[in-house]
């Protein structure tokens, strides 16, 4: 039996896009290939709204994280960490990792990054060079306003900005030139709608100027070795490229690119929410303005949720649990993928089937939830 697979990456592709991926291979050095390649560099610009280019290489999420810190980063680098969850902690190790002078942020998991929080890091530590943020939290459902994180940073003491963008790029808006991001990691696997298997980096040009005047210790991760061949007239990679998934990419793209994608993403979440709180649950992100587009977490207050996401999981109905100190406690549920009302209505009937009579709340879930997917 097929599972609905609710969790936050991989998430569901598109018929269409599994299809794509399914097309007869062809070599990676030569016209075709590079056609595909441009193909998907001017889809890229188009989402992130920018006139740099974005390397791609054959990783998952973590993989374009390891690229920004082995090219940024180093032993003696001041880096300041602003964390609120799991994956800014992994950012974090990471980042210590190549022998970094490591100054942390810790942010109450559940909330999001106000801006003065980093503002004030920044101006505590002016010579810092790096500021490592995560748009959008993925193991608490956090999303967090980086254009206002960076526009609250003392311009004269500016660090470089490096962003983790890997459940964000694709579901809500993010984009790095206007908001004076130098670097941002992604993956294909969630709001890319493509099979698991790509990452990509998008540097800015103070970005390029930083890592040119290093010596990145990786062979693989050497984003200069990378610039080479992309920014060729006919673009190509250094070592061989997984092609099927840009096959995949390049159709996901032409969906997200359609107008609206963004608002629906957000609409979704707020409807899902309003039926999940009105069945009894309670949403771990507290202010409304932090709540992500792309995965929404709860919990049940009986303290029974493990229980409700085993249940939901016998039905083939497959979001994902908790993580870090909510594991045992916790379901995070996606909606990367397009989710309209059938679909919302799908999760919220499961998770009323799951809750059993003991822990039913009396709320009228469905009809809140319509009310807000109607009101938009
Ligand atoms: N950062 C964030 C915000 C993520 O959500 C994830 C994956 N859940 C990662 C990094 C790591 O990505 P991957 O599992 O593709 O290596």
């Not at 001017?42 to 280019?53: N, P, R, V, W, Y």
Request: charged fraction near 20%; include cysteine.
């Amino acid at each position: 039996m097929n599972k609905y697979l609710l969790t936050p990456g991989p998430v569901p592709v598109s018929c269409e896009t599994q299809l794509a991926e399914a097309r007869p291979l062809i070599g990676h050095r030569g016209k075709e290939f590079s056609g595909l390649f441009s193909s998907i560099e001017t889809k890229l610009s188009g989402l992130l709204k920018t006139d740099g280019k974005t390397v791609i290489f054959p990783a998952s999420g973590t993989g374009a994280l390891e690229a920004l810190a082995a090219n940024f980063i180093g032993p003696g680098v001041s880096v300041i960490s602003v964390s609120c969850g799991v994956f800014g902690d992994r950012f974090r190790e990471i980042a210590a990792l190549t022998g970094a002078d490591m100054i942390n942020v810790d942010v109450e998991p559940g909330e999001g990054v106000k801006p003065h929080v980093a503002a004030t890091a920044v101006a505590s530590n002016p010579n810092a060079s790096v500021l490592l943020l995560t748009q959008n939290e993925t193991s608490t459902g956090v999303f967090n306003h980086i254009d206002e994180i960076v526009a609250a940073i003392p311009q004269e003491i500016k660090p470089l900005i490096l962003v983790d963008g890997v459940s964000s790029v694709g579901a809500m808006p993010c984009f790095p030139q206007k908001w004076g991001i130098d670097g941002l990691a992604t993956a294909s696997q969630k709001g890319l709608l493509t099979p698991p298997g790509l990452a990509f980096v998008w540097l800015s040009e103070r970005g390029w100027n930083a890592v040119s005047k290093r010596k990145c210790p990786s062979y693989y991760f050497d984003l200069v070795r990378q610039k080479k061949d992309l920014f060729k007239d006919a673009p190509e990679n250094p070592y061989t490229p997984p092609v099927s998934l840009y096959y995949a990419l390049d159709h996901a793209l032409d969906e997200i690119t359609d107008k609206g994608w963004f608002s629906l993403r957000d609409r979704a979440a707020r409807s899902l929410a309003a039926g999940i709180e009105a069945l009894g649950f309670e949403l771990l992100v507290k202010d409304k303005r932090f709540r992500s587009p792309g995965v929404t977490a709860f919990f049940h207050p009986s303290g029974e949720t493990d229980a409700i996401l085993k249940s939901l999981k016998s039905m083939c109905v497959e979001p994902a649990g908790g993580q870090g100190k909510f594991k045992g406690n916790l379901i995070r549920m996606s909606h990367y993928h397009d989710v309209r009302w059938p679909e919302i209505s799908l999760a919220l009937g499961s998770l009323y089937a799951a809750l059993g009579d003991a822990r039913r709340g009396a709320g009228d879930f469905m009809r809140r939830a319509y009310e807000v997917w109607e009101a938009k």
